[in-house]
């Protein structure tokens, strides 16, 4: 019989306190309601006994401070973040934890629009929790500590960026703990020796020139010349942009007519290809639909020899579409150049060496 039909026909019974309930005989009690009703009269009479669960409630490492008036400078929020720091960093030496994330939040007086930084790009960290008027940020720690000044100092250099057209109100700090790592390397690796100071002229970097010229260059999946974009730093490691492009007819799958002082239909292989990032416009003579004459602010002189058009095409499908044309030149002053034309502007890639 389960404990709610036990409880009604006690009900019944007239049975409504503890009291009540010891009153009764034990042994006609579970001969009518069972084994449910008996363990109830137990511990109505003090005998049962129940282990206690201990059970420790999450440990929350969080600061937080309203100010009495509005305040539309730093140094006031940079005291209270400098204070918090200590507190927290004191809490988790006291468990043998270190932090690993920190939790910026600062609540503004009105709806706020907050900007960070020169880049938009710089809100893909960055969160508006809608109908709070708050700003958040996330800090990933690169090497988990409880060094209060380092820890201030990665918070001021975003504080350094950090614009907003309302007042604050509040500021609230909370930390992510974690324990000490401890790792061992091998004869022949290594490790950064200052992963938190490459954090922060990372940092810093990223506040002068945005985020989206900070990070590893990734070659894009496309055969655009120079196509690449930034990765964030990461365990990935670096990974080079390209090398400086080669001529050679197995790796282009060109079918090149010698030029001069080729051996094999291609432009020596002893040559490479010195770019120009970004390529120098240039303006073409023609004849005949051949160039005849370059005329740039690196180089100018006639064209003795030509090799091309190379016609490359990518992203057909889609607004982000492109076609070139591109040549391979040598002027009379025996220099080997590489150009291309789009929509009927010219400019040139890079010289050979």
């Keep these: 019989m389960e404990v709610q039909e036990v409880l009604a026909i006690l009900h019944k019974w007239g ?28 511990r109505a009479n003090g005998r049962s006994s129940r282990l206690l669960k201990l059970i420790r409630p999450p440990e929350s490492f969080q600061e937080s401070f309203e100010f009495e008036r509005e305040i539309e400078t730093a140094e006031p929020l940079l005291f209270m973040l400098r204070r918090f720091l200590e507190q927290l960093a004191v809490r988790l030496a006291t468990i043998y934890l270190v932090t690993k994330e920190l939790t910026l939040r600062i609540t503004f007086a009105n709806s706020c629009h907050v900007r960070h930084g020169t880049d938009s790009s710089d809100w893909r960290n960055e969160t508006a929790v809608a109908g ?15 060094d209060v000044d380092l820890l201030f100092r990665m918070l001021q ?20 703990p974690i324990k000490p790592a401890g790792e061992q390397f091998g004869l022949f690796e290594t490790t950064l020796r200052n992963p938190p100071q490459l954090s922060e ?4 970097l990223t506040a002068l020139l945005g985020g989206d010229r900070i990070g590893t260059p990734v070659l894009e999946e ?56 970004p390529a120098v416009s240039a303006s073409v003579l023609q004849d005949e639909n051949i160039p005849a004459h370059v005329r740039s602010a690196e180089l100018s002189g006639k064209i003795i020899a030509q ?39 010219w400019k040139v890639d890079g010289i050979y060496d």
């Design 15 to 42: 049975i409504h306190t503890l009291g009540h309930l010891a009153a009764l005989d034990k042994e006609q009690l579970g001969a009518r309601l069972g084994p449910e009703a008996i363990r109830m009269w137990e």
């Design 157 to 176: 250099t975003h504080l350094e960026n950090f614009r907003s057209e309302h007042p604050i109100v509040a500021v609230a700090l909370s930390a992510e």
């Design 222 to 277: 496309t055969h655009r010349p120079d196509a690449f974009r930034m990765q964030p730093f990461g365990g990935t490691g670096f990974q080079p942009v390209g090398q400086a492009g080669v001529l050679a007819c197995k790796s282009n799958g060109r079918q090149d007519a010698p030029l001069p002082h080729s051996q094999d239909g291609c432009a020596p292989l002893f040559r490479a290809l010195r770019r120009f990032r």
């Design 307 to 345: 090799r091309g058009p190379y016609f490359l095409s990518g992203n057909w499908w889609d607004e982000k579409s492109w076609a070139r044309a591109e040549w391979d030149l040598q002027l009379q002053n025996s220099e080997l150049v590489r150009c291309h034309e789009s929509e009927g502007t």
């Design 201 to 204: 002229t990372l940092a810093r």
């Design 132 to 146: 709070k008027q708050c700003y958040e940020r996330v800090f990933k720690i690169p090497q988990p500590t409880n």
